[in-house]
């Protein structure tokens, strides 16, 4: 009778030891995530130490523009270790020898992981009209593997705000020609009749460029790149005469140091 009465005991002691054994490894899954997690941030804080150095132009091109042949750039670059960065970001145009456009800014960026960096900083604007200064507060990373993405709010003078949006996107079509298209949208809090800026959505500029990697660190293209004026912006520069919505055909060079 004794020996009857163990045999339930018995049974069950396999079953609760499996359970225990469960157990403990859904424990070790969530350990084990969460310290890959936390080692990826110790190995960048590790190289953080290390100094290193990045520039680029994204977009050296000239463009033929209804006003006459255009020089347009977007440079960008950084000095610092995996986590803590100076980043230098410049951008402008000129036409038929003029500078239209030209501004440059310098910020501090910290990585918060492995694919996204906060930055805080100063914006300059030397044209159009007078220089202005801008503080700069954003966010810039990749979502997704091969798309680059910036959000910038700017706070000026005379309580003008800002908030630029960017993004592009690298497709392959062979191992060394690659189409890239491009999106930037610029917002205003106020209206500005000087530098012909009007509240809310100001302007678009989208691009599509295909360039051909002779090696990674320099690559020709072409390609074409439409903006168009919105809003009261749009109505400052139908007052000037121009066009609110103009394509331009591009030439150009990606190089990176």
């Known amino acids: 009778m004794r020996n009857l009465l163990l045999l339930p005991l018995l049974a069950a002691s396999p079953m609760a030891l499996a359970d225990d054994m469960a157990s403990m490894n859904k424990g070790a899954v969530s350990t084990d995530a969460v310290s890959t997690d936390a080692a990826s941030m110790d190995t960048m804080g590790m190289h953080d130490r290390?100094?290193?150095?990045?520039?680029?132009?994204?977009?050296?091109?000239?463009?033929?523009?209804?006003?006459?042949?255009?020089?347009?750039?977007?440079?960008?670059?950084?000095?610092?270790?995996?986590?803590?960065?100076?980043?230098?970001?410049?951008?402008?145009?000129?036409?038929?020898?003029?500078?239209?456009?030209?501004?440059?800014?310098?910020?501090?960026?910290?990585?918060?992981?492995?694919?996204?960096?906060?930055?805080?900083?100063?914006?300059?604007?030397?044209?159009?009209?007078?220089?202005?200064?801008?503080?700069?507060?954003?966010?810039?990373?990749?979502?997704?593997?091969?798309?680059?993405?910036?959000?910038?709010?700017?706070?000026?003078?005379?309580?003008?705000?800002?908030?630029?949006?960017?993004?592009?996107?690298?497709?392959?079509?062979?191992?060394?020609?690659?189409?890239?298209?491009?999106?930037?949208?610029?917002?205003?809090?106020?209206?500005?009749?000087?530098?012909?800026?009007?509240?809310?959505?100001?302007?678009v500029e989208t691009g599509l460029r295909l360039r051909y990697e002779f090696i990674p660190e320099f690559a020709p293209y072409v390609g074409v790149n439409w903006n168009k004026q919105f809003g009261r912006t749009a109505d400052y520069v139908r007052q000037e005469g121009d066009d609110v919505e103009e394509a331009r055909l591009v030439v150009g060079v990606k190089m990176w140091w």
């Open 50 to 203: 290390d100094l290193h150095s990045y520039f680029s132009f994204d977009r050296l091109e000239y463009q033929k523009a209804d006003a006459g042949t255009a020089l347009a750039w977007d440079f960008e670059g950084w000095v610092g270790g995996d986590v803590n960065r100076l980043w230098l970001r410049s951008e402008g145009e000129r036409t038929n020898g003029r500078t239209e456009e030209a501004e440059l800014q310098a910020l501090y960026g910290r990585a918060i992981n492995p694919w996204w960096d906060v930055v805080a900083g100063v914006r300059q604007d030397f044209k159009p009209a007078s220089p202005q200064t801008w503080a700069a507060f954003g966010v810039q990373g990749e979502p997704l593997s091969d798309l680059d993405t910036q959000a910038t709010f700017y706070l000026g003078e005379n309580s003008q705000s800002a908030l630029r949006l960017e993004g592009e996107y690298d497709l392959p079509i062979t191992q060394k020609l690659i189409l890239q298209p491009r999106v930037e949208a610029n917002l205003y809090s106020r209206n500005d009749p000087l530098r012909q800026v009007g509240a809310g959505l100001s302007n």
